[in-house]
């Protein structure tokens, strides 16, 4: 990891495979899928995580080490590795739950001021350059991020989200995640 000449796409299959999956998919909810994820978010945060910027504890635990030596030209050459693969959805299961998530993403929740998702992360949920893809994503992962968006500052590049998810109930927190896992 501390050698700057081996390629980003290197480092993606023999080192960050292991917890994000060859192709981004990863399978323990724990790791973020970076399947098909937006090149200039994840250039973002790879940086946010060197320079210690992204503190939640997963973060620090993982992704502070593993990032620390990361030339920039890696960080781009993985950045663009991961935002190539295709991302694969969990199958629908909670038609109820993922109908209120689908309301929700795409029409906000007007009594609580909380806007449409789709307006910054897309109608599909696949993002666009630093508004991350949201589309298939792990549904705990994406429970875990909006709780701490809402509760922590442990992602200070994340304030936008801070403010939108301010009133989001527990409930409508599982519901959206769960239909942007099925996308
Ligand atoms: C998060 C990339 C290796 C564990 C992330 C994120 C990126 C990333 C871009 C943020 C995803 C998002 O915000 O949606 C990479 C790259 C790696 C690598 C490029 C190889 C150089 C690993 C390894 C592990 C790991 C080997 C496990 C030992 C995690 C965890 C998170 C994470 C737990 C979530 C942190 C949180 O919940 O905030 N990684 N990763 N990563 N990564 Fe990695
Ligand atoms: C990040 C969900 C609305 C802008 C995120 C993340 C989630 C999320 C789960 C973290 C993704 C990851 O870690 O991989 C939602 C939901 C929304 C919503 C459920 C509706 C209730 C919006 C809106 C905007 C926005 C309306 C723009 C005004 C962003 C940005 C980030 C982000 C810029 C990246 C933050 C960072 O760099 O740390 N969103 N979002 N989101 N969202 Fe949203």
Avoid at 68 to 75: A, F, P
Wanted: proline share 5%.
């Amino acid at each position: 990891l501390a050698d700057p000449s081996v390629s980003g796409k290197t480092l993606a299959q023999q080192v960050c495979s292991n917890c994000h999956g060859i192709d981004g998919n990863s399978v323990n909810p724990n790791f973020p899928k970076l399947a098909g994820q937006q090149k200039e978010y994840m250039i973002a945060q790879l940086k946010q995580f060197k320079s210690h910027n992204r503190f939640d504890p997963p973060g620090f635990e993982y992704m502070w080490g593993l990032s620390r030596s990361l030339t920039d030209k890696q960080i781009e050459e993985l950045a663009t590795y991961f935002s190539r693969q295709k991302s694969l959805a969990d199958k629908p299961d909670d038609a109820k739950r993922e109908g209120n998530g689908r309301d929700i993403f795409e029409h906000g929740v007007a009594a609580q001021s909380i806007p449409a998702c789709s307006t910054c992360h897309g109608m599909e949920a696949a993002g666009n350059s630093t508004f991350p893809r949201l589309a298939g994503q792990h549904a705990d992962y994406t429970v875990k991020q909006l709780n701490m968006f809402q509760r922590t500052g442990e992602r200070p590049e994340g304030a936008i989200m801070k403010v939108i998810v301010h009133d989001l109930t527990p409930d409508s927190m599982e519901n959206v995640a769960a239909y942007l896992a099925t996308l």
